[in-house]
């Protein structure tokens, strides 16, 4: 059984940067992508980024991107997300998920394992 744990959301300024983490545990974790999603109060789930565990090839949302870093550790079983420059609709929890499915890996509908999903607000 594959678990996963968000850390690192909190309370930042328009234009600042946080870095979220998402360890994973598990008898053996090796899954073909894994991705960050996000929701915001009264919205739906979104995608924000992905990357292959294997390969490191990362995929974003256009909403984020120059500005969003997604990228991870292999030897710690752990993903991050460096969010720079960030705004005010960057406010949302987000989640990380993992995947062993191979298609359409921007769709959180296909990731089977999710983090409990951590706080991230931007004050303008």
């Known amino acids: 059984q594959v678990q996963l744990v968000d850390s690192g959301g909190g309370l930042v300024q328009a234009g600042g940067s946080l870095r979220l983490s998402c360890a994973a545990s598990g008898r053996t974790f090796s899954p073909f992508a894994m991705g960050w999603f996000r929701q915001a109060p009264g919205k739906e789930r979104e995608f924000v980024a992905r990357?292959?565990?294997?390969?490191?090839?990362?995929v974003y949302a256009d909403s984020v991107k120059g500005r969003f870093t997604i990228s991870r550790d292999n030897a710690k079983n752990t993903v991050y997300l460096q969010m720079n420059s960030m705004k005010s609709e960057d406010t949302a929890v987000y989640s990380c998920?993992?995947?062993?499915?191979?298609?359409?890996?921007?769709?959180?509908?296909?990731?089977?394992?999710w983090g409990q999903g951590t706080q991230v607000t931007v004050s303008s």
């Open positions: 990357i292959i565990w294997s390969s490191g090839l990362q």
């Open positions: 998920a993992a995947t062993n499915r191979v298609r359409f890996t921007i769709d959180y509908r296909n990731y089977e394992y």
